[in-house]
């Protein structure tokens, strides 16, 4: 991915559903080291240890909303 992730997509549920949805943790889409793959992966983690989505607000590292 050459350009940055567009900031209006929830990172974090996408990747929490990709798990659902038969993606494997290695094929996140978003480039190592930016804030959006910390926030797929942190997702898709909370995802395969089985827990429910929490709320945007309640999230690790959660943004505050522009």
Known sequence: MSAPPD???DHYALGFY???KG???ADCPYAA???AEA???AGY???ARGESEP???DR???QSPM
């Open 7 to 9: 900031d209006n997509l």
């Open 18 to 20: 990709a798990l659902g």
């Open 23 to 25: 993606v494997a943790r």
């Open 33 to 35: 080291g930016t804030r």
């Open 39 to 41: 926030d797929w992966h």
């Open 45 to 47: 983690d909370a995802a």
């Open 55 to 57: 709320a945007p607000e």
């Open 60 to 62: 690790p590292g959660a």
